[in-house]
């Protein structure tokens, strides 16, 4: 068990719908990453926020949003979601901000549009 | 050309074999390398952290880093089927804010 949590496990949606994924990072852990993980494109990143603030972007897409609560916990927004948005997402946590720092993944969500 | 490359198996071994696990990549500013072990339809966790070049080991695990060649290996001694799961090379650099994932190769370790 790394520590990260993210809920809810399993999410089924439809194509144009709305979700929010949720994290919780390591206890003392600032820094909060967001990945996606297709069976075509592999673990790519999406987006990082420490302690509040939006520190890089990745391969996001516009219709993707993420925010980092002042308790430090985050949440993924994915809108007008398309088939192609099928994948698991993984968020993972670190102590400080730097990309060499030990991130820890949790156990993902894996979200299915139908 | 993807920054990291990595053959995506499968890799079948039996088990008590010594396996090699092989990672390229294409900038040569990279200086933090990483292995993780995903099992299936879990998150990734990880194995090794290798600063450099050189070897680092930790149990039957053996972390190499060729930074002349761009190439990074892991190596499993006396593999066992609960080694079975897909490895994750990762690799970073000081400037950068995340982590490059290779595709990741799936081990199958038979009994």
């Known amino acids: 068990d790394s520590g990260v949590t993210q809920t809810p496990k399993h999410l089924i949606t439809a194509t144009g719908q709305r979700v929010t994924l949720r994290c919780s990072p390591r206890?003392?852990?600032?820094?909060v990453y967001w990945y996606q993980q297709s069976l075509d494109q592999g673990l790519q990143f999406l987006i990082h926020?420490?302690?509040?603030?939006?520190?890089a972007k990745g391969n996001i897409l516009e219709r993707f949003s993420a925010q980092q609560f002042p308790d430090l916990h985050s949440e993924l927004n994915l809108s007008s979601l398309e088939l192609g948005d099928s994948a698991l997402y993984f968020c993972?946590?670190?102590?400080?901000?730097?990309?060499?720092?030990?991130?820890?993944f949790g156990p993902g969500t894996r979200l299915t549009v139908l | 050309q993807k920054e990291v490359e990595q053959d995506p198996g499968p890799l079948s071994v039996p088990e008590g074999a010594i396996v090699s696990l092989n990672c390229t990549y294409s900038?040569?500013?990279?200086?933090?390398f990483m292995w993780y072990r995903q099992y299936s339809r879990k998150g990734p966790e990880l194995l090794m952290y290798?600063?450099?070049?050189g070897n680092k080991e930790d149990g039957r695990f053996t972390a190499q880093v060729d930074k002349s060649s761009k190439y990074i290996s892991l190596f499993i001694r006396d593999s066992q089927p609960s080694d079975s799961a897909t490895y994750l090379c990762?690799?970073?650099?000081?400037?950068?804010?995340?982590?490059?994932f290779g595709s990741g190769t799936r081990l199958q370790v038979q009994p």
């Open positions: 993972a946590s670190s102590v400080a901000s730097s990309g060499a720092d030990t991130q820890y």
């Open positions: 206890s003392g852990d600032l820094s």
């Open positions: 926020y420490y302690n509040g603030e939006e520190r």
């Open positions: 900038n040569s500013a990279f200086q933090y």
């Open positions: 290798t600063y450099s070049s």
């Open positions: 990762a690799i970073t650099d000081t400037g950068r804010r995340a982590l490059t």
